[in-house]
């Protein structure tokens, strides 16, 4: 009879992997309804699509866990808005950091790796052109 802790272990381990599975079927749910499902890589839907067509119960290989764990990950951050905002806001944070290095401000390149600040300037942009209309460009 095995003992008690590796029945344990087991027990946990298959709500892992229930949990696990059903977080990335709901995730696609998400994204699908996000109508960002265009977006994502083609490699990734067909890994997504090989998972769910195999209805697995279990999943014993770490690799494919970590594979999944990935997956998840980057579907999450195409419906993130901090994501999306980051992603907007860091290419205008590098120009003004270069900016204000190139005027002498020393502690300048530190502002790229401030995330509270790229959003300000993702938000700031967004208003900006919400203002100005088409005149400017994300």
Known sequence: MPSPSIQCKDVLSENLNVKLLDELSSVVVRVKK?????????????????CLIMRLQTVKSSL?????????????????????????????????????????????????????????QALTLQWVTRLLGSITKL
Do not use: C
Request: glycine fraction near 4%.
């Open 64 to 120: 494919l866990m970590k594979a999944i764990i990935k997956t998840i990950k980057e579907l999450r951050r195409l419906i993130s808005k901090d994501y999306l905002l980051i992603e907007i806001g860091i290419r205008e944070v590098w120009k003004l950091s270069e900016l204000a290095s190139s005027w002498g401000h020393k502690s300048a390149g530190e502002w790229r790796y401030n995330k509270s600040y790229t959003i300000l």
């Open 34 to 50: 996000a109508r960002k499902w265009s977006q994502v890589n083609p490699l990734t839907k067909s890994f997504i699509r090989a």
